[in-house]
Each structure stands twice: as structure tokens, then as C-alpha cells.
């Protein structure tokens, strides 16, 4: 168990929908990153955040934001969701901004119907 | 653009024997490659990882080595066991950066009895 929860495990939605996608970090840990898994585009790397601000933005599509809270847990926001969207998406966090280790979540299935 | 790339897709070793799964990166600002495991259902978890400043590092059954002048790393697993059985992913980081990982993507193991 790595410590970093995500919610929910499984999500299916249909086309055109919005959702969110939660993550709270290992305790203590500042830096909070999103990556999406899927067959075609592999491990991805979509957005970080550093204490409660953005710090690094990948492949994040326009339809997607993020934001991190006082309270250090995360938010994907995923909207007008396409079938491509289906994948596994992973919360990892770290202790500071440039730390060696990230440790991931379980994961959320999102299933776009 | 694949940052990293990874071969082979997918390794089949019996029991006892070396599995090698190999990386390559074109970025010279990587200064950090570690190596994830994962599970089915389960978040990529941290298992080794070598700085460009050493050739090779071991962890018990688990060795990197690193060729800076060919931009090039490999893990090889030592006596492979059937709990072995994962995905391996090679990733590389620019920690003067964004600290974000670069995946590669993924050998599928196969360790038959």
C-alpha cells in the first residue's frame, strides 16, 4: 500500500459527460501528479501540482483541469468526455517538488460509454 | 513523441532464469531513471533507480545498468520467480525540471515455472 487513496476505483459514464476524479496524497507529501494510462498512448503524464499550485503541465487536454486543495488532496475534472478518454488514471505524490520517489495510487478505471 | 523507448513488449523467462528488459532516451537532461513494477489492478510501484552518474546499481535480484555515452539502461532480474510476473516500465526524469516521468512503454513478464 503506497499510501496515496484514489476515488473511485471504477467510473462509467457516457459521452458528453463531466467527472471527478479525487486523490489524496501520502501524508506529509506536497507535489500531487495526474497520469493516464491507456493501450494506445501508454503512461502519461498530465499535470502536477506543488502545494496547492500548478507547476507542470504534459499532455493535458484542454476539456481537462486539475486543482489541489489547503487540504493537499487533488481533483481531475474530466469533462465532455469522449470514448478516447477511457483509460486508468493514477494520482501519484511526492514529498517535495523534485523528490526521486513518486508514489501511485490504485488508480480510477473511467469507462466512457 | 516517445521520450523513452523500451523493449521488448513482452518477455516470457523460466523460473530461475535472467530477464533483461532494455531503454533507451534521446534527452540529455535526464538526470534520473528509475523503474517501475506493476501489478494488475495495481499502481506502478517504485523498484530501482539509477543516477547517470554510476554505470550499474544492484538491489538483490535487481540490476540497472546505465551506458551514459549511448543513452541507453537496462534492468536485469536475476533468478526470476514466478512472482515476477508484472509490467516493467523504464522512466526517466528531469529533476532541474518539471520532475515529471517520462514512461516507457511497459515489458509484460512472464515467469513460467
Known amino acids: 500500500d503506497s499510501g496515496v487513496t484514489q476515488t473511485p476505483k471504477h467510473l462509467i459514464t457516457a459521452t458528453g459527460q463531466r467527472v471527478t476524479l479525487r486523490c489524496s496524497p501520502r501524508s506529509g507529501d506536497l507535489s500531487v501528479y495526474w497520469y493516464q494510462q491507456s493501450l494506445d498512448q501508454g503512461l502519461q503524464f498530465l499535470i502536477q501540482y506543488y502545494n496547492g499550485e500548478e507547476r507542470a503541465k504534459g499532455n493535458i487536454l484542454e476539456r481537462f483541469s486539475a486543482q489541489q486543495f489547503p487540504d493537499l488532496h487533488s481533483e481531475l475534472n474530466l469533462s465532455s468526455l469522449e470514448l478516447g478518454d477511457s483509460a486508468l488514471y493514477f494520482c501519484?505524490?511526492?514529498?517535495?517538488?523534485?523528490?526521486?520517489?513518486?508514489?501511485f495510487g490504485p488508480g480510477t478505471r473511467l469507462t466512457v460509454l | 513523441q516517445q521520450q523513452v523507448k523500451q523493449s521488448p513488449q513482452s518477455l516470457i523467462v523460466q523460473k530461475g532464469g535472467i530477464s533483461i528488459i532494455n531503454c533507451a532516451y534521446e534527452?540529455?537532461?535526464?538526470?534520473?531513471f528509475p523503474w517501475y513494477q506493476q501489478f494488475p489492478g495495481k499502481g506502478p510501484a517504485l523498484l530501482i533507480a539509477i543516477r547517470p552518474d554510476v554505470s550499474e546499481k544492484k538491489e538483490g535480484r535487481f540490476t540497472i545498468s546505465f551506458n551514459k555515452s549511448a543513452k541507453q539502461f537496462s534492468l536485469h532480474i536475476m533468478d526470476s520467480q514466478p512472482g515476477d510476473s508484472a509490467t516493467y516500465f523504464c522512466?526517466?526524469?528531469?529533476?532541474?525540471?518539471?520532475?515529471?516521468?517520462?514512461f516507457g512503454t511497459g515489458t509484460r513478464l512472464t515467469v513460467i515455472p
Open positions: 522512466a526517466a526524469v528531469d529533476q532541474t525540471g518539471a520532475n515529471n516521468l517520462f
Open positions: 501519484a505524490s511526492s514529498l517535495e517538488l523534485s523528490s526521486d520517489t513518486q508514489y
Open positions: 534527452n540529455t537532461a535526464f538526470d534520473y
